[in-house]
């Protein structure tokens, strides 16, 4: 096996793994490859061991990567998982497949008045920390009811957890509030803490440096 085969090989192992200690079926969690600052060659590898969900977080960058490779590999599947500005909505609702970082009203009336309508997840501020992106949790009741009234898919909630604290509970949490407002997807988990997100319910995780790097 080539090294990136090897990388998926462990990191699918390890979903399967916690999936099963939770009794979920692991066929219900999609593994994203964050692929920022990730060269096409290094991307082709993944692909070629069959990976099929990758990540960006910047539409510029996915600017210059994908419009190659998109033709190459029609089943890959692209998703936005940075921090989106508003002119650039139309932009990223072409190009991507999935945006897991709907995160306020403007950007929200920007996605909704584009010509495409991906899914999305709505990036909650989980830690409620003054400088992370995210609608706050007070907010979060009615940020829902304003995705529900656009045309564009609610795909389920997306959280980052503070730096430097224990993920699991705010990955409990983040599956408590989807389920108390009717939200079925969870996009949580990044290389230090997916199995963890898998265990506490995640559908999506979005992992790059355990899939890219020895
Ligand atoms: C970079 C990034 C990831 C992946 O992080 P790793 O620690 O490399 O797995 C996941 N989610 C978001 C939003 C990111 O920006």
Redesign the pocket.
């Known amino acids: 096996m080539t090294d990136a085969a090897t990388r998926l090989a462990v990191v699918r192992a390890e979903i399967a793994r916690a999936a099963k200690s939770a009794r979920r079926d692991p066929g219900e969690i999609t593994l994203?490859a964050?692929s920022?600052r990730r060269s096409v060659e290094e991307i082709e590898a993944l692909i070629d061991a069959g990976q099929r969900d990758f990540?960006e977080?910047r539409v510029q960058e996915a600017k210059e990567k994908w419009p190659a490779l998109r033709p190459l590999y029609p089943d890959v599947r692209l998703h936005m998982?940075?921090r989106l500005q508003s002119n650039k909505a139309s932009e990223a609702a072409a190009l991507f497949d999935f945006v897991?970082?709907l995160d306020r009203i403007s950007l929200l009336d920007a996605l909704a008045t584009a010509p495409t309508h991906p899914p999305a997840f709505v990036q909650v501020n989980i830690g409620e920390e003054a400088r992370k992106g995210g609608v706050a949790l007070a907010e979060l009741g009615s940020f829902l009811d304003a995705v529900r009234a656009t045309q564009i898919p609610l795909a389920g909630l997306?959280a980052?957890p503070p730096h430097g604290l224990e993920p699991g509970p705010f990955f409990a949490f983040l599956n408590e509030l989807a389920r108390r407002h009717g939200v079925a997807g969870l996009s949580m988990g990044?290389?230090?803490d997916?199995p963890a997100a898998v265990m506490l319910g995640a559908t999506m995780v979005?992992?790059?440096?355990?899939?890219?790097e020895d």
């Not at 979005?206 to 890219?212: D, E």
């Open positions: 994203v964050v920022k990540g977080s998982i940075g897991h970082s997306m980052i990044m290389s230090s997916y979005r992992v790059g440096t355990a899939l890219f």
